[in-house]
């Protein structure tokens, strides 16, 4: 499930949309792999709808200068530990080998 806050600024402020999205990433742990790809698909998704809404808001919007232009917080049963690559991934952006 994904949903787009706007709020309501005063006049003199600019409007900041958010991206709100929920995930249920699968319960076994021996599948640490499937919880790895599920994580990419999710940011790849969600990276594609947000390029959509700010690419609607300003024509001249190019996403490979613009990145992170609009936050995004990600909700959700991650069903995995601290140290897991799915969440290292998640939540630093990077992969680290010895995680497969």
């Not at 402020?13 to 021996?30: D, K, N, R």
């Not at 698909?41 to 990145?67: C, G, H, Q, W």
């Not at 991650?78 to 140290?83: E, G």
Request: hydrophobic letters at 40%.
């Amino acid at each position: 499930m994904v949903l787009l806050f706007s709020g309501c600024p005063p006049p003199d402020q600019a409007q900041q949309q958010i991206l709100v999205s929920t995930v249920h990433f699968a319960w076994e742990p021996e599948y640490s792999d499937v919880k790895l790809i599920q994580s990419m698909i999710l940011m790849s998704e969600l990276r594609n709808f947000a390029d959509t809404l700010l690419k609607e808001k300003d024509p001249e919007y190019n996403s490979a200068t613009s990145v992170g232009s609009m936050p995004i917080v990600l909700c959700g049963d991650l069903n995995s530990l601290p140290d897991s690559g799915m969440r290292t991934l998640l939540s630093l952006l990077v992969f680290q080998s010895y995680h497969l």
